[in-house]
């Protein structure tokens, strides 16, 4: 199963170059790394990153995560992915960008699909 992060351009690159992150400023704070489903990232850009451009949507395998990939309740009472680690490069299985068309984000061509 894929799970996606949406991180601004910046912190894209940070991972890039350092090969591992602790996560945006949210991350951080809360001591875990912040994960959505397919089903809810949409929701998460809205919610979280209306209005931002230079954004990337990152998708890991929740299989290469172990015991530290934590499922837990949050946002009306749905199960989120949360990591309880470093995110790592090897983690990324794949990176998109997240543009901003007509105020709302536009999710890579294929998106969802039961193939992932």
């Known amino acids: 199963m894929l799970i996606y ?8 690159r ?12 949210v991350d951080l ?15 998460t850009a809205a919610k979280h990153f209306a209005g931002q451009d230079d ?12 015991a530290d990939l934590r499922w837990e309740t ?3 009472d749905a199960l989120f992915p949360h990591l309880y680690r470093k995110l790592r490069l090897s983690d990324v299985h794949w990176a998109q960008p997240l543009p901003l068309q007509n105020g709302a984000h536009v999710f890579p061509a294929g998106f969802g ?3 992932e």
């Open 5 to 12: 992060k949406i991180f601004h351009a910046d912190e894209w």
């Open 14 to 25: 940070d991972l890039r170059e350092h090969g591992e992150t602790a996560g945006a400023p």
């Open 29 to 43: 704070a809360d001591g875990y790394v912040h994960f959505s489903t397919s089903e809810q990232v949409a929701e």
């Open 55 to 66: 954004l990337f949507l990152l998708a890991v395998k929740t299989d290469d995560l172990g």
């Open 74 to 76: 949050s946002r009306n």
């Open 113 to 115: 699909d039961a193939g």
